[in-house]
């Protein structure tokens, strides 16, 4: 990266995507399978993935499958479909359920995707809560993971859109220092990958109901800055519907389906906490998603403008 700036060239992970959206924003709130939902959307349609999938450790009826590595590898491969080529894919998980009931965890879809894919590995994010059980015989777990896979090496990244402001006296001590940039020290530090969030407590107000539901600063730092207005986000376990209510608040269209369909239910409830947001949005629900914009890529996708930092135009990300 320092040779990369000291030449004057962007990484390509901090080109920006320059977008206009019109209108409101479209999401899909259906009850389907994860593969019939990804088989059913065009190649290239996508931006930001959001994936919390199970991992066979019993926390519901839903986490318990045989075979756990070979059902996940075929949603990843579709996943490399629908992406485009600024597409970010993240998956939610741990490295310490393997053994303790089922097949799978995260450390088994990453070496899956080493050895089978052509995603880049991006960030490994560290999302550290302080609350959490208890433990005797080995130290409490605070943390899970969150791997972040770039479709290819012009992946989408606003940074600027998650800088964590510093405070007024922290600021001044930071500015003292010559190595540090005063411009980007004023619009805030990066976030790094430790994100430290507390998880949801069994009566946080943001609470629909779905046992594993994630808070919604979590997705709404990865919307944020891996996805731009007007892109699609499509999340195939949606759960509580979380990604579909901060797609809303943030300006970008959704796809969210879960097979268990108490989703429209707990979605109902997102949807009653997403209302003082004054945004313009529209629902499709069933089986008809045609009226998409993921369905008409070229008629409705936002023009895509990629500038490096230098303001010069790089090449055309059509999928
Ligand atoms: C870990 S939870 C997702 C929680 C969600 N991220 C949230 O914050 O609310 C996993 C979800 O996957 C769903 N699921 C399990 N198997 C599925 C399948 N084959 N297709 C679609 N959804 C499935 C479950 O119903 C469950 O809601």
């Excluded at 088989?39 to 519901?60: E, F, H, M, W």
Aim: proline share 6%; hydrophobic share 35%.
């Amino acid at each position: 990266m320092n040779l990369l700036r000291k030449n004057g060239v962007a990484h390509s992970s901090t080109r920006s995507v320059s977008t206009s959206t019109n209108g409101p924003t479209s999401h899909v709130i259906a009850v389907a399978d994860c593969l019939d939902t990804l088989r059913k959307l065009p190649t290239g349609s996508i931006q930001l993935v959001v994936c919390d999938p199970p991992y066979n450790i019993n926390v519901a009826a839903w986490d318990d499958m045989n075979q756990y590595v070979d059902w996940a590898s075929k949603w990843i491969r579709e996943v490399e479909r629908v992406l485009a080529p600024t597409g970010n894919f993240v998956i939610f998980g741990g490295l310490q359920y393997q053994g303790e009931a089922g097949s799978g965890d995260l450390l088994s879809l990453i070496s899956w995707m080493r050895q089978h894919s052509p995603m880049l590995l991006v960030n490994l994010i560290i999302w550290n809560y302080p609350n959490g059980m208890g433990a005797q015989r080995f130290f409490a777990n605070r943390h899970e993971e969150i791997v972040w896979f770039g479709k290819t090496p012009k992946y989408f990244f606003d940074l600027d859109a998650v800088r964590q402001k510093l405070s007024p006296e922290t600021l001044e001590l930071y500015k003292k220092d010559k190595r540090l940039n005063p411009e980007s020290l004023d619009k805030g530090i990066n976030p790094t990958n430790v994100w430290k969030i507390t998880r949801l407590n069994g009566n946080s107000k943001e609470r629909v109901g779905h046992p594993t539901q994630k808070p919604k600063a979590l997705i709404e730092r990865i919307v944020r800055s891996m996805s731009y207005e007007g892109s699609t986000v499509l999340d195939f376990f949606a759960g509580s519907g979380i990604t579909s209510r901060v797609a809303i608040e943030e300006g970008r269209h959704s796809i969210s389906t879960d097979i268990d369909p108490q989703m429209l239910k707990y979605f109902g409830q997102q949807i009653k906490q997403v209302e003082m947001f004054n945004r313009d949005y529209r629902l499709i629900k069933g089986n008809d998603w045609s009226s998409h914009p993921a369905f008409a890529p070229s008629a409705d996708a936002p023009s895509i403008e990629v500038r490096d930092r230098l303001g010069h135009q790089v090449p055309s990300l059509s999928p």
